[in-house]
């Protein structure tokens, strides 16, 4: 909002007894180009006005009869703890201690009797803007709010469709939502259905691998987090249709890391695992994933799984760069290979397990592809 607008928009209060002096601030801010102006005398009238007239700045005077400028900020508490409504105190006081308590009661900014309008304008000048900024930082905060609270909701419907589920289970998902709500920009384009279908893929192969029970589960609820570290790359970069240059395909690769950092500190299992597959999921077999170029048995089971499974729905998904593929295609591409994808990306094992039930996972794939 440039100068123009803050002169045209910007409301106004001026609160004092003298009603010349009301009158002479009142004529110098609409000489200045301040069109939203509202002067009252009779400070008992202050909170009807405020809430009636919402100003974005208040200029009070301190000494009035009937309620005085500290009562009268007092009396406006309930009405600014929403909204930062910036509060000009006129007074002739020097005394400091005056301008303490009233700094405590809620003012902004001072004035000295008799104001030099050059001074006030500027003042009021700054405080509007400031003003303006808060005004802009609530809503993009809401804004936030809105994205973190759909992607929760994503979250909580996944948890929901588990029949059964270990307490320690739900209180770690629990808190992976929470640790979620403290991101200060969320922008994962994956879906609630790309989460289950991994969740239920890992299942599956997991358990053929030789998984118990408990770590089976883990990897079920682990799973959902393995890219939670797009969390902190770039819209510009994670949208981007056209093929990334070598600098932006760093910072992409750096969600791994992210995400890693994310969960690594929480004491519950399936956290602890969570941040285990973020970082390696995009390890391979044959050495040549990332971030750390982990060979072979060096990345944990639970994160090859990842890293088979992950593909597999990338190639039935549709993304920016691709169509998306058929069960047939797909199992293909990872089976023999194309200019992407390679056979020895995968642990062999693994990849001989997804061969013998490739059914099962198109299955899984046909079932959590619709609301």
């Known amino acids: 909002m440039d100068k123009a607008d803050i002169l045209q928009h910007s409301k106004i209060l001026i609160l004092d007894d003298e009603i010349g002096i009301a009158m002479a601030i009142e004529d110098i801010l609409k ?20 809430r009636e007239f919402q100003p974005d700045l208040l200029i009070l005077d301190i000494k009035m009869p009937h309620l005085n400028g500290f ?4 009396q406006l508490k309930p009405v ?7 509060v000009l105190i006129l007074t002739a006081e020097t005394d400091e201690g005056v301008c303490t308590r009233a700094l405590s009661a809620g003012a902004t900014d001072f004035l000295s009797k008799p104001m030099k309008i050059t001074e006030a304008l500027v003042r009021i000048q700054n405080l509007l803007e400031v003003r303006r900024l808060n005004v802009e930082l609530a809503s993009r905060r809401n804004l936030l709010e809105d994205k973190v609270e759909d992607r929760t909701e994503q979250l909580r419907r ?50 053929e691998a030789g998984l118990n029970e408990s770590a089976a589960e883990l990897l079920l609820y682990a799973s959902p987090m393995h ?39 929480s004491e519950a299992p399936v956290l602890k695992l969570g941040a285990a597959i973020a970082l390696s999921h995009h390890e391979r077999w044959d050495g040549s994933g990332y971030p ?7 990345a944990s089971l639970e994160a090859r799984i990842l890293a ?20 047939a295609r797909a199992c293909k591409i990872m ?13 062999p094992n693994l990849l001989s397990i997804f061969g013998r039930l490739n059914a099962e996972f198109e299955r899984i794939y046909e079932e959590n592809n619709h609301d």
């Open 158 to 207: 996944a948890i929901q469709e588990i029949n059964v589920m270990h307490e320690q289970v739900k209180k770690a998902y629990i808190e992976t939502i929470y640790r979620l709500t403290q991101a200060t920009e969320y922008k994962d384009a994956e879906t609630a259905h790309h989460v289950r279908r991994l969740s239920h893929y890992a299942l599956l192969l997991g358990k």
């Open 31 to 50: 000489d200045s180009g301040y069109q939203m102006i509202r002067a009252i005398t009779d400070s008992r009238q202050a909170l009807d006005v405020f």
């Open 292 to 298: 750390q170029g982990l060979k072979g048995e060096e």
């Open 335 to 347: 089976l023999e290979g194309d200019n992407r994808v390679q056979p020895e990306h995968f642990d």
């Open 227 to 265: 890219d939670i570290g797009k969390i902190g790359i770039p819209d510009s970069i994670l949208f981007k249709t056209d093929p990334l240059t070598e600098a932006e395909w760093e910072i992409m690769k750096s969600h791994t890391t992210i995400g890693y950092n994310i969960l690594k500190d």
């Open 71 to 74: 009562e009268v900020l007092e």
């Open 80 to 86: 600014r703890k929403d909204s930062f409504v910036p």
């Open 308 to 327: 088979l499974v992950d593909v597999y729905d990338a190639l039935r998904s549709k993304r920016y760069y691709k169509p998306s593929f058929d069960h």
